[in-house]
């Protein structure tokens, strides 16, 4: 981003006038050294003089003190000569004489100009000491001037620093506001051209809410969306909202029947849920053929299944480039994926779309008695294990309730009658919402004996669990594939292991022994982790993100 003209101004200005100050200082530093420098020069001659001035004053006065001592003598000597005119030439001693006392004299003089030599010296050096330290006071006053004068300079640098960063960010933050703001706009537009298509096998069904509930967010918040299906399910289930459903023959040829319904429909993006047989067998290679971009949505049975392994082709699937992700439901799934070499940037954690309305909880402050199940009655949900654990707590007062339906129904009601149980009962599958809520009301503990069947199949993360945590009724459920990731034992729930009705049995027995506080704590924190963990806005807005970059 380019900065203002008067802000760069500015800054140069300040670059100036600290380039200018910095240069003055560093001249008068250097005159100053120069002067001291120079002085000493003066300084040490004029010593040297005074030193050579000493020395010889020094020796004159050794020389005048020896002729003092001698002339009272050569007086004395040049009386006697007088007195007694001997041969001794008078004359040249009265010279020597007055040589001697002239030498006197001559030394008196220079010692005095000597004395008057060095007084001026120290007149001169204390002259020079002054100046120096007039010169030290007016360098140190300069420099805390210069000093003081840098140090503004930089505050203001620093203050035109923060004021244009300020400036730089509120346009940067400006700037990305408008960059989202954008994005979403084209995301917005790009996802209302879109006609989506839910390529299904059955539809509706009770067992697929999730399904129901993307569909009905989509065509709530005004998305072009309809259902394209083949299969008329067992139990179909009322919609509350307006959808087409439309139905195309599975006979003769019924990958060429969607075909042609997504050209009628000028359909441009599929979203097709379970990888196989509906994503394997017809989304994928019809949206390949008419260049649709697609996603599916892998859960358990698609994925786990053995046989649907071998044939889903997920690996081929994920790598067109029409396929824009694989929605799943866990880390365990995503490991799962990707140990079938589907590339990891092309898996998309997500919940399954389901709305859980915390409930308000209701004081149960008796004892474990009445323990529900609610699933379809397949190998995976373990109902035989729990029919099992109803016999070993036979004699315990504990009421146990199967709700359900599915291909295993007969045999769970034989293996109770066998069994002669008369404290637990089949009781048919649940309609409505308003039909479960009767259920989890009445119930004090939810009880789902997952585990892997013979084939492979297992649960993915079954939805009733989620729905007895938003209830605050407690769940007890097995480590098996991705349920660890919500449950975590004696926190917001309870796990055992497995295809083993007395580890089960027991589980029932220490819950039933908990302290009515410690259950309440455990239902409050699944209710709590049950609002962080999934919700149809977070789904939805997954997929919408997703779907948005299709073209």
């Known amino acids: 981003m380019k900065i203002g003209k008067?802000?760069?101004k500015k800054i140069l200005k300040n670059n100036k006038?600290?380039?200018?100050y910095k240069e003055e200082y560093e001249k008068y530093i250097l005159k100053y050294q120069n002067l001291i420098k120079n002085l000493d020069e003066k300084n040490n001659k004029k010593i040297v003089m005074y030193e050579n001035s000493l020395?010889?004053?020094?020796?004159?006065m050794i020389k005048t003190d020896n002729l003092q001592k001698q002339l009272p003598l050569l007086e004395k000597a040049l009386e006697e000569i007088k007195n007694v005119d001997k041969i001794y030439k008078v004359n040249e001693l009265i010279n020597i004489i007055n040589t001697l006392k002239m030498n006197e004299k001559i030394v008196k003089e220079e010692n005095k100009y000597l004395k008057n030599t060095i007084k001026e010296l120290r007149d001169t050096n204390k002259k020079y000491e002054d100046k120096l330290n007039n010169s030290e006071n007016l360098l140190n006053k300069e420099n805390n001037f210069y000093k003081k004068e840098y140090e503004n300079i930089l505050k203001r640098e620093e203050e035109y620093h923060n004021i244009i960063n300020k400036l730089l960010e509120n346009n940067l933050i400006s700037i990305q506001e408008k960059q989202k703001l954008y994005e979403n706009i084209i995301k917005e537009y790009k996802l209302q051209k879109l006609n989506i298509a839910y390529v299904l096998s059955g539809f509706p069904t009770l067992s697929e809410t999730f399904v129901i509930n993307e569909l009905r967010w989509l065509v709530k918040h005004g998305y072009n969306v309809k259902v394209l299906c083949y299969n008329n399910p067992p139990n179909p289930i009322k919609l509350d909202f307006n959808l087409e459903v439309i139905r195309f023959d599975k006979s003769g040829n019924p990958a060429e029947n969607l075909e042609k319904l997504l050209i009628e429909h000028d359909i441009n993006l599929i979203h097709s849920h379970f990888v196989f047989p509906t994503g394997t067998l017809y989304t994928y290679p019809i949206a390949t053929k008419l260049k649709i971009p697609f996603t599916l949505f892998a859960h358990a049975f698609d994925i786990f299944v053995k046989e649907n392994d071998k044939k889903n082709n997920i690996s081929e699937i994920s790598k067109s480039k029409y396929c824009k992700g694989i929605f799943t439901l866990s880390n365990y799934h995503k490991n799962y994926l990707m140990s079938r070499d589907v590339p990891e940037n092309k898996i998309i954690l997500t919940r399954q779309a389901t709305e859980y309305q915390i409930h308000p909880l209701k004081e149960k402050n008796r004892k474990i008695k009445k323990i529900v199940s609610i699933s379809r009655f397949v190998e995976k949900k373990g109902i035989d294990i729990l029919i099992e654990t109803a016999k070993i707590l036979e004699n315990e007062n504990y009421e146990f309730s199967i709700y359900g339906f599915g291909i295993l129904e007969d045999e769970l009601k034989k293996q109770i009658k066998k069994l002669k149980l008369k404290n637990i009962k089949v009781k048919g599958s649940l309609e409505n919402p308003k039909e479960v809520k009767?259920?989890?009301?009445?119930?004090?503990?939810?009880?789902?004996?997952?585990r892997i069947a013979k084939n492979g199949d297992r649960d993915g993360i079954p939805t009733v669990m989620f729905e007895s945590m938003a209830y605050g009724v407690p769940v007890l459920t097995t480590n098996v594939s991705a349920i660890p990731e919500v449950i975590i034992d004696g926190k917001n729930g309870f796990l055992v292991k497995p295809n083993?009705?007395?580890?089960?049995?027991?589980?029932?027995?220490?819950?039933n022994s908990k302290s009515p506080e410690e259950i309440v704590k455990i239902r409050k924190n699944a209710q709590f982790d049950v609002q962080n963990i999934s919700s149809i806005k977070k789904t939805m807005t997954t997929l919408l993100n997703t779907w948005s970059t299709t073209n």
């Open 55 to 60: 020395s010889k004053i020094n020796e004159l």
């Open 438 to 450: 009767k259920v989890f009301d009445t119930s004090d503990l939810l009880v789902s004996p997952c």
């Open 17 to 20: 006038e600290y380039n200018f």
């Open 500 to 511: 083993n009705p007395y580890e089960l049995a027991r589980k029932i027995r220490e819950i």
């Open 6 to 8: 008067p802000i760069q």
